[in-house]
């Protein structure tokens, strides 16, 4: 007597939904070829394609426009560079996180507190979003990487919600081309026509983050006027 057997199926494993970061992460690991830290927002991992210095943005500002004055050798845009709140993300080649203190002493600044911060092998910075560009200054969400099948890097965020405090390109890296090549290193000797040499950004970058100190340090109080 046979007996009808049933095949039953396996069980199906369930369907994966893209987030909202998803095509950051993409254009991050796809387009750049920059490695990424799991979870959102989505964040970069320092010390493998580049360090980077933290300072002020009102230093950092200060510290780009003297860099790229006329006869400083240094054409714009030149190596990347975000905003993140307050504070200005530079990029620098790999290992310049570890040369910063010898940097700052060679240099004389090591004896101050200077708010300049440095992010190497092991640490993380949250991924900038942009390139930002088109009506309004922002890219549509819908709009395709130029060289390439990929969207833009940003959450599909109509009310932009998702982008308040976020961190954004202010010179955001050229597709196509490595980034080690535009970034400040010490082997720069004088620097190149996108990035001067790493001991000159840093000496630029204390000097302004010096400035911004004495500029938000305690008011001397006025004298008492005197009575009669």
């Known amino acids: 007597m046979a007996f009808a057997t049933s095949v039953v199926p396996l069980p199906r494993r369930p369907v994966e939904t893209a987030g909202p970061w998803d095509r950051v992460r993409r254009w991050y690991e796809s387009v750049l ?3 990424t830290a799991p979870g959102s927002p989505v964040r970069l991992r320092a010390g493998v394609r580049f360090d980077v210095l933290d300072v002020p943005a009102g230093a950092g500002h200060a510290a ?3 860099l790229g004055r006329p006869g400083a050798g240094l054409r714009r845009p030149g190596f990347p560079v975000a905003l993140w709140g307050e504070r200005m993300l530079l990029l620098v080649a790999v290992g310049g996180a570890d040369e910063l203190p010898g940097l700052l002493e060679w ?3 090591g004896s101050l507190p200077l708010d300049l911060r440095a992010v190497g092998a092991g640490g993380l910075i ?4 942009g390139p930002a560009v088109g009506a309004g200054g922002l890219m549509d969400d819908a709009a395709p990487v130029p060289g390439s099948d990929l969207l833009s890097p940003y959450p599909p965020d109509r009310d932009r919600r998702s982008r308040r405090g976020a ?6 890296p050229e597709q196509g081309r490595e980034v ?4 400040p290193a010490l082997s720069a000797v004088g620097g190149t ?3 001067p040499d790493l001991a000159r950004l840093v000496h630029t970058l204390a000097t302004e983050c010096h400035r911004v100190r004495l500029s938000h340090g305690p008011r001397l109080p006025r004298p008492a006027r005197a009575t009669r």
């Open 126 to 129: 949250e991924a900038p979003l």
């Open 180 to 183: 080690e090549a535009s970034l």
């Open 33 to 35: 070829g920059w490695p």
């Open 193 to 195: 026509a996108s990035a």
């Open 107 to 109: 240099l004389e600044w």
């Open 64 to 66: 780009l426009e003297r």
């Open 167 to 172: 961190a954004v390109w202010l010179r955001p």
